[in-house]
């Protein structure tokens, strides 16, 4: 079982809409949170991190539930430039280093 | 904000040389850096933790004597793909930890290698 998990889509969805994406990790004892936008051929770049009780950044909401292992990120009124990949990217636990693993990525594609 | 320099963006090179990619931490001291590699339609995969001034931690399945990674300085990191072939063609990321700032993670631009 792969340690973060997401559907890699893609998500197709017309401008103005509401998209979730939701991701699964593996280690209970992970601490730390991310999701992380990546647009084609670049590097990836820090969206938000994911808070326990959840937060809320614009038109982007992220939330955690600890008891299923579960993160989700909500995109309202989708945007074109909101089309890129979106990584779910959670800390390794293990040994303290720092660090972090990811998810293979949702892809979201915004249609005029 | 927290800026790390990566370079060479782009790189074309014959099978069987050597590429170096640097990574620098501009104005933060980094002693952790982390080095990835993606290949397309794939996740970024860690494959080693720089310290500075000690030796790199490898993960697992990952060529510590083909991948050679050197961190002298709190500021400077190198990954040298070694003896490259036309599988290591790769975008290649690092990483910096700021550690002044809560979970701060910067990434460098990337390298993309295409062994030849």
């Known amino acids: 079982r792969k340690e973060v998990e997401q559907d890699p889509g893609p998500f197709n969805v017309p401008e103005g809409a509401t998209v979730a994406f939701n991701c699964t990790y593996s280690?209970?004892?992970?601490?730390?949170f991310f999701w992380y936008r990546q647009d084609c051929r670049k590097e990836p770049k820090l969206l938000m991190s994911?808070?326990?009780s959840g937060n809320e950044d614009g038109r982007f909401t992220a939330q955690l539930n600890r008891a299923s292992q579960y993160i989700s990120l909500l995109i309202r009124d989708s945007k074109l430039s909101d089309s890129a990949t979106y990584l779910c990217?959670?800390?390794?636990?293990?040994?303290?280093?720092?660090?972090?693993?990811f998810g293979q990525g949702t892809t979201l594609q915004v249609k005029p | 904000g927290a800026v790390v320099s990566q370079h060479p963006s782009r790189v074309i090179c014959k099978s069987g040389t050597s590429v170096k990619i640097e990574c620098r931490s501009l104005?933060?001291?980094?002693?952790?850096m982390f080095w990835y590699r993606q290949f397309p339609k794939q996740s970024l995969m860690l494959m080693a933790t720089?310290?500075?001034?000690?030796?790199?931690?490898?993960e697992q399945g990952v060529e510590k004597d083909k991948f050679l990674i050197n961190h002298a300085s709190l500021t400077l990191s190198t990954l040298t793909v070694t003896s490259a072939h036309p599988e290591d063609s790769s975008f290649y990321i690092c990483?910096?930890?700021?550690?002044?700032?809560?979970?701060?993670?910067?990434f460098g631009s990337g390298t993309r290698l295409t062994v030849v």
């Open positions: 990483s910096a930890r700021d550690t002044s700032a809560l979970y701060g993670y910067t």
């Open positions: 280690n209970s004892a992970s601490q730390s």
């Open positions: 994911v808070y326990s």
């Open positions: 990217v959670v800390n390794s636990p293990r040994g303290n280093t720092g660090k972090l693993i």
């Open positions: 104005d933060f001291q980094a002693t952790t």
């Open positions: 720089s310290n500075e001034g000690s030796k790199a931690t490898y």
